[in-house]
């Protein structure tokens, strides 16, 4: 068995460009309809293939007419039309609705303020030009506009613009594969593992969740290589006990580990390595210790190898009501629970309670320089997709 103690830990920037070298980008790509294209990412820039609109539409709800017919109206000379049905004569004028296409023959859109029907007769008491009220060919999107940057991640609001512009399927990478191996007692690591896999099929992953596998390397060897045909191996779970913790051994034996430790609390345990090509992200059974390295470094993984960042974490500004403390050295996620713009820390030590996650809308990300915050201070709040 190989000596796999933390001796030296590696900055979380810098696990992360590890990750960028260890995991590769995707190649493998599939064409899809649009309604199940939300969340994935395009592989190739689309553009416009047909304007929008298509053709020329109201603005405002009114009244279509000959813009020429109504340069005498006012409000106590309005013009009178007759009302018409079908496209208008330059003495008609049709009713339409905003974003209804414009009759042919009408050059404008009197909107309904101004204009009153009455027994088949429609007087206009503001004069209109040509094109007021009307949006022409093309005006929202023309031919050939880029829509969406190879590299997005599609959205509802994104897709429809798509639909709209004459896209009925996109072509997206193929999500990347994720074996998910915990390691240890099945009371320790199945509900870690569990959420695991819930957070890497929403980042874009296609999880496999395995069955736990005894901490033995007898056991953990098998579990690995069955996984090597994935495009990422996420273990969670026997990487932090004693001298000689299980998975990185095997890592050791079956491949090669790049980094043996990560300077965040919780999650210090967590490594990095590659194992025939495939990249094997062990991360700490502990509850908090798993998110932490699920969020910092399980994400960042499935963003480089799905081929499209991932929405912002969001963040809010709160003032502490209580001192998050910190050691020099290490990334600290201190969880924190929000009521309005005050923070509450949360049982900082508590790593391996669920009731911590439970109560907490978040973490503070203490700097590695620094020692804590004192109560009164303002801090960044980052809030948990959990």
């Excluded at 603005?59 to 007759?82: I, K, M, Q």
């Excluded at 059974?285 to 399980?298: D, E, F, M, R």
């Excluded at 209580?322 to 050691?327: D, N, P, Y």
Aim: proline share 8%.
């Amino acid at each position: 068995m190989h000596n796999s103690a933390i001796k030296r830990v590696t900055s979380l920037a810098d696990a992360r460009r590890v990750l960028a070298d260890i995991v590769p980008a995707p190649t493998e790509t599939a064409t899809l309809p649009l309604a199940r294209g939300d969340g994935r990412v395009i592989a190739r820039d689309a553009r416009a293939t047909e304007p929008a609109p298509p053709e020329q539409r109201a603005t405002a709800a009114g009244v279509a007419v000959h813009a020429s017919a109504t340069l005498d109206a006012g409000e106590h000379t309005p013009v009178r039309l007759r009302e018409s049905a079908g496209p208008p004569d330059e003495d008609e004028a049709t009713p339409v609705s905003a974003g209804e296409p414009l009759p042919e023959g009408a050059t404008a859109v009197v909107p309904s303020a101004a204009a009153e029907t009455t027994g088949g007769e429609v007087s206009i008491t503001t004069p209109v030009t040509e094109g007021e009220h009307v949006a022409g060919v093309g005006s929202d999107i023309e031919v050939g506009d880029l829509l969406v940057p190879a590299g997005g991640r599609l959205t509802p609001a994104l897709l429809g613009t798509l639909a709209t512009a004459g896209h009925g399927n996109v072509t997206c990478y193929v999500k990347p594969t994720v074996g998910v191996v915990p390691v240890g007692r099945p009371e320790r690591v199945t509900a870690t593992g569990r959420t695991l896999a819930g957070l890497v099929a929403r980042w874009g992953g296609h999880p496999e969740a395995r069955d736990p596998v005894d901490p033995e390397s007898y056991a953990v060897r098998p579990a690995l290589q069955r996984d090597l045909t994935r495009d990422l191996i996420v273990t969670v779970g026997g990487t932090e006990a004693g001298n000689e913790s299980v998975v990185p051994g095997v890592v050791d034996t079956l491949g090669e580990r790049h980094v043996h430790g990560v300077a965040v609390a919780p999650g210090r345990a967590t490594t990095l390595g590659v194992i025939e090509g495939t990249p094997v992200l062990s991360v700490p059974g502990t509850v908090v210790g798993s998110l932490v390295a699920a969020i910092q470094l399980v994400r960042p993984a499935l963003e480089h190898g799905g081929g499209g960042a991932l929405p912002t974490i969001a963040t809010t500004e709160a003032q502490l009501d209580g001192k998050l403390a910190s050691a020099p050295g290490e990334r600290t996620f201190a969880r924190v629970a929000l009521d309005g713009e005050t923070a509450t820390p949360i049982a900082t030590g508590a790593a391996t309670q669920w009731s911590t996650v439970a109560s907490a809308d978040g973490w503070v990300a203490v700097p590695d320089a620094s020692e804590g915050y004192d109560a009164g201070e303002t801090v960044s709040v980052e809030r948990w997709e959990l």
